[in-house]
């Protein structure tokens, strides 16, 4: 009874808010559509938007931005600008999800004048909305810019660093001094300081490779050390070889990981470190070696210690089944041939060591060569690999809208069943494809979060207000809302 009683209120509750939002866009969406065609100016709009109406005004125009061509950009911002100022208060007065969206919609609709609202943000206590508000200053800032936000960085431990560095990158190349400066400040934390080392890589800065020499030579940090070691492997020459080889001593196994990966880039004659890394205690070095002894020319080697005799082809196979090289599971997620295979290989390597299975995992999973039917097949399996950090990464690459294959992003996030990505969700929708719209609706049905439940119900209010979707299309989407609409009711 009280379920029902619940069902009712929930019902009548978004009756009510289809029908005032239909009763706003049916006065508003006709000029817009002549707006944004170029045949009205803004201003006809204006005294059509109440004061107490100015966020949903907002809200549409921001539904209608992220879908538009981007040469119709600036008109939206012209017709948000005069009501952006009440939005920004809820980036300071709003609950999680809508400063997120505050921050969100500001980056896209507002313009640099809200910049101090941003560098603000970046101390909010949802780390989401500290995040979006580093990628909007990335986007708008100038590289005085990277100052600020490269400390702020220190709070994102959990977000893959790879994509901070992207944020710094994209103030351009004009940015690399202030990231050669932190990069020496040693009162910042090691974090901050292989985020700028990763960005000095990714601009392939000339003068950053001395800093990787100092820091490979005097750092203890295992980050720092493998972003380091990448950085010469990318821009570094044969005089660095025996430093990296010096880092193959190390006791972590990532990082003698990394500095075999880079001595094989860098195409060392000498096969001896390889040789001595196939005994290496981590299996996964030894794999790299191994792939290195290849790639590197040095097939005799291995046809003189016949690796099918050697005991860590024996361990190898114990861990993968018949994938019994690095080099060949790489190759194998390659093909969709593989996906159905991906179930046997995550119960293989799931007896192992969970700190190097995680990074394999993570390393094929965000591999851009990987296929997207072997990728979305790990992505089903990644409930058995909940993991924090791995969330943040899969998040923050569907936040910034970069990474190639969105819908596994998507079914991942849907594994991991954090509420934290709603208003990820929510925000990408407008943009996506129609596999990945059904995907979005799966996931926030199992997501406990008002948010979700009343985008959903919104979504399913105004499902006959797409003329653009088939019979077909529109009864698949109905019945996915349904399902996904009934089990929120019964979280």
Known sequence: MAASRLTFRLRSRNLHKAHFWGELE??????????AKGRRVPDVIRPLVKPDEELYFVDLIMRRAVAAPAQQTSIYRDLAAPYLKVLSERVTTGDREQRARAVHTLA?????????VFMKALEDKSPLVALLSARALATWGEPAVAEHLLPALQRFEAWNPNVLASLLVSLGKTVAPSLRTNLRNTHHSSWVRTIAMKALTELRDPLATPLAVEILRQEKDINLQIAAIQLLAQMGGSEHIPLIRQRYNSPFFPVRLHAIRALGILSNADHSTFRQALDDPSPWVAMEAAQSLKTTG????????DLAEHPRSELAGQMLGEFN??????????????????GRLFLQLKKHDSQEVRALVIHLFFDPATSSAVRYAMATELEKFRDYQFFYQTLSCLMMGNFPDPLALIRALKSFANPESVPILMQHYPQASWDERLEIIETLGGLDSIESLEFLSKVYNELQEYPELSKVQQNQMQERLAMALARRMMV
């Open 325 to 342: 090289s690095l080099e060949f599971v790489e190759q194998s997620v390659k093909d969709p041939a593989f996906a159905p295979h991906v």
């Open 26 to 35: 049916s006065r508003w969406e006709p000029l817009l559509e002549d707006i």
């Open 108 to 116: 896209v609709l507002g313009e640099q004048q809200y910049l101090p």
């Open 298 to 305: 040095h097939h005799r080697v291995l046809h003189e210690l």
